[in-house]
């Protein structure tokens, strides 16, 4: 076992990162914690809220705002209300915090950029499918489940009622959603973004780590390949002969 180890240490060494990218409830972030320590490489999630926090000299609130979220339109035209004409009222409502979103994600792809500089990282979300897309190096996976699961994991996790856990759900699921979309114009549930989509609704999360392992060390193997060498017909032949349509026999046709 400790010689398999040392293996995958040899072959993965020369990949940067991983990004995890989860619907909420799916168990990615316990995923990537799992993951991070199997390969003992860093864990990226909340220290990105702050690291940003410091570099824009702002409190970890304020940051917690922008964190992998974006307001919705409605929540938009309130913000711009309130920052245009005083709420007159007995009971105002509280401050809304206005950082400037681009500041915000500029700030966050400097510090991820210098995380995956460093190596060995495991980064839980932030857009970082799409931040780092072209980097051969970085590894993407997607962590999903069935809705009624998710809730199921976030009760017992929060211990929120399902009511309770289901608006949550929505809740985060659509900020994330919002924020790629606002940055980079794909959704995250885009199957291209990702080496890797995995189901926990049927495959636990141990291993769900061993698959990302493995897709690691598949991944790590072809890095120095021309990119003309890889994709699923690079090591195909062609067809021996001509290509032919089946074709079923009457008989057979009315014996069903």
Not at 127 to 140: E, I, N, P
Not at 157 to 179: F, M, P, T, V
């Amino acid at each position: 076992m400790g010689e398999q180890k040392k293996k995958i240490e040899r072959v993965t060494d020369k990949m940067r990162a991983i990004t995890i990218s989860r619907e909420y409830g799916s168990g990615g972030g316990e995923i990537a914690a799992r993951m991070a320590q199997r390969l003992n490489w860093h864990l990226f999630d909340h220290e990105a809220v702050e690291r940003v926090a410091r570099r824009l000299d702002i409190t970890q609130e304020e940051a917690e705002e922008h964190d992998e979220n974006e307001s919705s339109f409605g929540t938009r035209i309130l913000e711009s209300f309130s920052a245009i004409q005083p709420v007159m009222s007995a009971s105002p409502l509280p401050q809304l915090l206005h950082i400037d979103p681009r500041v915000y994600h500029e700030a966050l792809k400097r510090i991820i950029e210098q995380v995956v500089s460093e190596g060995h990282v495991v980064i839980v979300g932030r857009g970082t499918q799409m931040m780092l897309a072209k980097r051969r190096d970085v590894l993407h996976v997607r962590v999903e489940a069935p809705l009624d699961q998710r809730i199921t994991y976030v009760t017992r996790r929060e211990k929120l009622n399902r009511e309770e856990a289901k608006a949550r759900i929505h809740d985060k699921d659509g900020g994330r959603e919002r924020s790629l979309l606002a940055q980079y114009r794909h959704s995250p549930n885009n199957p291209q973004l990702y080496d890797l989509i995995v189901n926990t609704g049927t495959i636990s999360l141990d291993r769900t780590v061993d698959l990302i392992v493995l897709a690691l060390t598949g991944k790590a193997e072809r890095l120095d390949l021309p990119l003309e060498q890889l994709g699923p017909g690079a090591e195909m032949t062609p067809y021996p002969g001509p290509l032919h349509d089946f074709s079923v026999a009457p008989n057979e046709m009315q014996g069903k």
